[in-house]
């Protein structure tokens, strides 16, 4: 039997959107407890809501976090609990205000509502299945990978450069992207075992956060984060809770470490940052086609000095990642050879 849903989400979910809900179904709970994820389908509840008067598939992300004093993890705990909701603000920030400026190219799906209130929250967005995106996966062919490497190109080249003080001055991203960056990782950190990796984890960290070139990063661009037409030639992107700026190569090595095995990755892992690399000049050099004038357009120059940079960093996102994994889970399947291999050569290079 299919679970049903809470009745309050969906009275929050009639509010939010001043319509009626009909054909509830739960996608999954959030993590740890967080709340839910369901799709729905709005109708207008009279003829002057002109907005549902198709019925329309929505799906809501539905935040009703747990009563901290009831956990008994202390500041563990708290630091954590803290993060989450830090990261459900973000999101909500960047559907309302970042989602807009994507494009086709690196879809994500319209926003229809969003609603605070005093603990929690509600995200109300286009469902990607009526959008032609309706597969999902967990694991992905180096084919079918290069559909993401596409995605994450464009998005990293639609936001590159932007000024952050004018542009996103109204925005809440994170000024780090990614759920796993040092400085809100502190108690894995001092998990960790001690060694080369622990000891450099600071200087790691400064390498990418001191990047010439920086952009939006998705900030937990595995799999499951992304929706795929029925072919896999398109795909668009859901679950921004940890976007932010940063390198583009940190989501890459984060995607391909989550979506290829690792005989996949040894095989074929230059390819794949290759034909990313590709893709981010093409992204990069048709904006400056469209829109020459923008001022936060790259010169040929520059262009090539951000891949040569990013390649650089590459190694050293996989090192970044591979410390958080470290002290958060040091038996988690992903730290694998080849993540091994690319930390080896982030460190030999420090
Ligand atoms: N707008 C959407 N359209 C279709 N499916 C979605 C949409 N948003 C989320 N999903 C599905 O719900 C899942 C959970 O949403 P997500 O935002 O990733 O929550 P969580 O933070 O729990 O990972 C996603 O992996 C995706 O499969
Ligand atoms: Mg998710």
């Not at 609990?81 to 603000?89: G, T």
Request: net charge neutral; charged share 20%; with cysteine.
């Amino acid at each position: 039997m299919p679970e049903t849903i809470d009745t309050r989400f969906i009275q929050y979910l009639e509010d939010a959107c001043g319509a009626s809900v009909s054909e509830p179904q739960i996608i999954q709970h959030l993590w740890s407890g967080y709340g839910v994820c369901f799709r729905a389908t709005l109708s207008s509840v009279n003829t002057s809501n002109k907005r549902f008067s198709k019925p329309t598939p929505v799906v809501a992300k539905c935040v009703t976090p747990p009563d901290v004093l009831s956990h008994p993890k202390g500041w563990n705990g708290e630091a954590g609990h803290n993060r989450k909701l830090a990261s459900f603000k973000i999101e909500n920030s960047f559907y309302q205000h970042l989602q807009p400026l994507t494009n086709q190219d690196c879809y994500v799906p319209r926003c229809i509502a969003v609603k605070q209130w005093q603990q929690g929250s509600m995200l109300v967005m286009e469902d990607l299945v009526s959008a032609g995106f309706s597969n999902t996966t967990l694991t992905l062919t180096v084919k079918r990978a290069k559909t993401v490497l596409a995605w994450l190109a464009n998005f990293h080249a639609r936001f590159l450069s932007f000024d952050a003080s004018t542009v996103l001055k109204d925005v809440d991203v994170w000024s780090e992207g990614s759920y796993w960056h040092l400085d809100t990782r502190q108690d894995e950190y001092q998990r960790m075992p001690k060694g080369a990796l622990k000891t450099h984890a600071a200087t790691i960290a400064m390498r990418l956060a001191n990047a010439k070139y920086k952009t939006l990063i998705h900030g937990d661009a595995k799999v499951a984060n992304f929706c795929f037409s029925s072919d896999f030639s398109a795909c668009a992107a859901v679950d921004f809770q940890y976007v932010g700026f940063g390198i583009g190569v940190k989501d890459v090595a984060y995607f391909l470490g989550s979506a290829l095995s690792d005989e996949d990755q040894r095989a074929h892992g230059e390819s794949c940052l290759s034909d990313y690399f590709t893709l981010l000049k093409q992204a990069l050099t048709q904006r400056n086609i469209i829109s020459p004038n923008e001022k936060t357009c790259l010169n040929t120059q520059q262009i090539d000095e951000l891949i040569e940079e990013w390649k650089y960093l590459y190694s050293f996102a996989c090192a970044d990642f591979h410390r958080f994994l470290a002290g958060w889970s040091p038996e988690h399947w992903k730290i694998n050879s080849e993540l091994q291999r690319q930390t080896d050569i982030a460190l030999s290079q420090l």
